[in-house]
């Protein structure tokens, strides 16, 4: 499954097409679900505007037709979480785009809470993701 989604990643940065996207993602069992949202994310974060925003439409397609549980997104997420600070250091825009991906899956309260504490700028990225 690691290498089915490392080959999706690619060929969906590079043909940006949202609807093979979707198709995948569905295609890909749910106990995969994710390492696809760490490895989508991980690449969004540190990429342009431009990647962080197609991450997030695939990610809102995905809460709509109920495609990754929310336990799946949180579980994505929280790796990038803990190292989000380091990352900023060499990609400045780290925390406004994992903010922009995060939001777009739609995560309650507790859920976004849970993933700003693992920073160690808390506040800073609870005020991103509110």
């Known amino acids: 499954a690691v290498k089915k989604i490392e080959e ?6 590079a043909v940006r097409n949202l609807d093979e996207a979707e198709v995948c993602l569905a295609s890909l069992p749910a106990a995969h679900h994710f ?25 809102v397609r995905a809460v709509e037709k109920e495609l990754v549980a929310p336990e799946a997104f949180e579980a994505g997420f929280l790796p990038i979480a803990e190292v989000i600070d380091d990352v900023a250091i060499d990609a400045p825009k780290a ?3 994992f903010a ?3 939001k777009s899956a739609g995560l309650d309260e507790e859920r976004r809470a849970r993933l700003a504490a693992k920073s160690m700028d808390e506040q800073k990225l609870l005020d991103l993701l509110s």
């Open 8 to 13: 999706d990643m690619k060929e969906f940065f």
């Open 35 to 59: 390492r696809l949202v760490d490895k989508f994310t991980a690449r969004a974060i540190e990429a342009k505007e431009a990647e962080a925003q197609l991450v997030a439409e695939l990610f």
């Open 95 to 97: 925390f406004v785009y």
């Open 100 to 102: 922009k991906v995060v």
